[in-house]
């Protein structure tokens, strides 16, 4: 009896040290975080070929990298926001089934693998960011840059296409993330890797999941936590077609930006889906007509976006035409709720040059209470799967208020 004890408590006494070391990097399973839509710089540079409509815009023409995406400066002026818009835009090539840059100017996303793209869009203005204040809290709470944490910016004018369709931009977006995961989990004794992702980022993420084998998910993902994703899109977004989109910048006009924000595939996916929305419900109002998410490609026709009605119903419609497929691994989705959100625009006429009445409903102020929690039935089957509900916190206010921040880091620590 003695010998036994007295040996087992040497061995404890040894194990006790390892195992508490085991137990503290346990803990750490290194994350990922894929930021929401426009969150993280993009370079640009201008070649020979470049076509610029006035020749200030060709400034640049031969003058290597520059930060395209997000220097406030440069868009304080109308003239600086039409140079941005121009050489933001993208061009849907029907033959080859593919979305391009405009011809001469080369695009890259900086800093792909760490959080240092989308701390601050504009290092130089750091009154804007959409993930610092996450970033902050999961240094606080130990995560290292490069070590146990790790970013995936990319550029958010593009998005995947459905399997079999090329997607050169995003398909390189997918295999780069699929790099880096695998990275971060063998730069941390092989744990499995908890993706963070905002907004469009889970939609994306998703899509990257859905697209690994399921043994290779299991492998690598401990947990995936999308905050505030739009599962099925959002009756703004087909406002945002009509008023264009500012990017979130007060001093920019929508307008001046619309005809960019048209030219863009991930335009496209904000789109609310009729698995969502249903293909009856009216979401735009008008005297003679209305639009539902069954009628996406319609309204796009009626607002002069015709050409936009291919690419919508083969490169996006079979993509969000059903609910998200469940995953099969652990998932902690977060959202706001409680907060006005447009749930029909209503135009008294025909025109859609006009402001629109608003029906409001429930969500997070941008995306519509349906769509953030759209998997919460489907996915829930599943035994690791929680949604939790921030009350009254906004689409971005939930990256912002310390009570959602707290909830997103619980979530990410969460023990399966
Ligand atoms: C930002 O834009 C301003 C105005 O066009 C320009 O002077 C400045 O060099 C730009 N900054 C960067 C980092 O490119
Ligand atoms: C549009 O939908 C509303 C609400 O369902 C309905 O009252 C109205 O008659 C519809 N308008 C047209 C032109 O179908
Ligand atoms: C929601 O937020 C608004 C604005 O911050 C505040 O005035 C209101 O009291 C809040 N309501 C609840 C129920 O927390």
Same mark, same amino acid.
């Given at each position: ?151 995936? %910016?990319?550029? #958010?004018?593009? =998005? ?6 090329? +997607? /050169?931009?995003? !398909? $390189?977006?997918?295999? @780069? ?96 889906? %009729?698995?969502? #929305?249903?293909? =009856? ?6 005297? +003679? /007509?209305?639009? !539902? $998410?069954?009628?996406? @490609? ?111 880091? /619980? ?6």
């Amino acid at each position: 009896m003695t010998i036994p004890l007295l040996l087992l408590l040497l061995l404890l006494a040894v194990a006790a040290p390892r195992r508490s070391v085991q137990a503290a990097s346990r803990q750490r399973h290194p994350v990922v975080l894929v930021p929401g839509y426009a969150s993280n710089e993009l370079d640009a540079r201008l070649t020979e070929l470049y076509r610029p409509s006035s020749p200030r815009r060709g400034e640049r023409k031969g003058h290597g990298w520059f930060r395209l995406f997000l220097n406030q400066s440069a868009l304080h002026e109308p003239a600086g926001v039409r140079c941005f818009g121009e050489q933001m835009s993208t061009v849907y090539d029907a033959a080859s089934d593919d979305y391009y840059n405009v011809p001469g100017v080369e695009t890259r996303v900086p800093s792909f693998g760490s959080t240092k793209g989308f701390r601050y869009p504009d290092p130089d203005d750091k009154s804007f960011s959409y993930m610092e204040k996450l970033v902050e809290r999961l240094e606080k709470a130990g995560y290292r840059d490069g070590e146990t944490m790790f970013g995936a %910016p990319y550029d #958010f004018r593009y =998005a995947v296409a459905p399997a079999g369709r090329p +997607s /050169r931009v995003g !398909s $390189a977006f997918f295999r @780069a993330l699929k790099s880096l995961v695998e990275r971060a989990s063998r730069l941390n004794g092989g744990r499995r890797v908890t993706i963070v992702t905002h907004s469009y980022g889970g939609t994306l993420a998703h899509q990257f999941l859905v697209r690994r084998p399921l043994p290779w998910r299991r492998r690598f993902v401990r947990r995936f936590v999308p905050v505030a994703a739009p599962w099925g899109g959002l009756v703004l977004g087909m406002q945002v077609l009509l008023s264009g989109n500012n990017l979130a910048l007060p001093f920019v006009d929508p307008l001046a930006l619309r005809q960019e924000y048209r030219s863009l595939q991930s335009s496209l996916w904000p789109l609310p889906s %009729p698995a969502v #929305f249903g293909a =009856a419900q009216p979401l735009v109002t008008t005297k +003679s /007509r209305n639009y !539902s $998410a069954g009628d996406v @490609a319609g309204f796009l026709a009626a607002i002069g976006l015709g050409e936009a009605v291919g690419p919508y119903e083969s490169r996006v419609l079979p993509l969000f035409g059903t609910l998200p497929a469940p995953l099969k691994v652990p998932v902690s989705c977060v959202v706001g709720v409680g907060v006005g959100t447009a749930e029909r625009m209503v135009y008294p006429g025909d025109d859609f040059d006009v402001t629109p009445g608003v029906v409001v409903g429930d969500g997070d102020g941008l995306v519509n209470l349906a769509s953030l929690v759209a998997v919460e039935t489907t996915w829930s089957r599943g035994r690791h799967f929680r949604m939790v509900k921030v009350p009254n916190v906004s689409h971005t206010g939930i990256l912002v208020e310390d009570r959602a921040l707290d909830i997103i880091i /619980r979530e990410i620590q969460r023990a399966n």
